[in-house]
T-cell receptor, first 112, second 109 residues
């Protein structure tokens, strides 16, 4: 199984509150992992990717951060949310030897 | 940085009509992938094109990769209501996958 688990599925947070979104994957070890954000009705913006434990590449400077404490765990965090952080956050994986993205079901964040 | 644009942004068609979305990259692509996202869902991989001028078909869907490997198109023949969703192209690099802006398709029965 190449299942990707994301939680929470939906959340509503006040401006200035912290955030933690979790993504865990099953199946093949050492996958490349990705966080994308999709604003309402918009495209997919690459936020972070990781090619291994503790390795994080950031694509867009912002108040978000990512961590990969275990091979199959990828966490997206923020210390203080902004209104503009609202969106649909998608975790994705690519297995070694393949180059196709497989997405999780996503976490829908509304910042009020 | 690399930018990938798609046109049109939205398209409404009558069921049975054809539909085409175009993808243009600011840089040459090693390959291009297409994904479909149903309303409320997550993107799902459709196909990958690698060779210059490549054409691939999946039932009513035809995918093309430009000769210069900077553009691509997806054509759907005789759309059905099940084709509703947003279609994204993506340029796939060594680690990074840069998505196009997407084309949202609505099919009117």
């Amino acid at each position: 199984s190449q299942t990707i688990h994301q939680w929470p599925a939906t959340l509503v947070q006040p401006v200035g509150s912290p955030l933690s979104l979790e993504c865990t994957v099953e199946g093949t070890s050492n996958p490349n992992l990705y966080w994308y954000r999709q604003a309402a009705g918009r495209g997919l913006q690459l936020l972070f990717y990781s090619v291994g434990i503790g390795q994080i590449s950031s694509e867009v400077p912002q108040n978000l951060s990512a961590s990969r404490p275990q091979d199959r765990q990828f966490i997206l965090s923020s210390k203080k949310l902004l209104l503009s952080d609202s969106g649909f956050y998608l975790c994705a994986r690519v297995n070694s030897g393949a180059n196709v993205l497989t997405f999780g079901a996503g976490s829908r964040l509304t910042v009020l | 940085g690399q930018q990938v644009m798609q046109i049109p942004q939205y398209q409404h068609v009558q069921e049975g009509e054809d539909f085409t979305t175009y993808c243009n990259s600011s840089t040459t692509l090693s390959n291009i992938q297409w994904y479909k996202q149903r309303p409320g869902g997550h993107p799902v991989f459709l196909i990958q094109l690698v060779k210059s001028g490549e054409v691939k078909k999946q039932k009513r869907l035809t995918f093309q990769f430009g000769e210069a490997k900077k553009n691509s198109s997806l054509h759907i023949t005789a759309t059905q209501t099940t084709d509703v969703g947003t279609y994204f192209c993506a340029g796939a690099g060594t680690y990074k996958y840069i998505f196009g802006t997407g084309t949202r398709l609505k099919v009117l029965a």
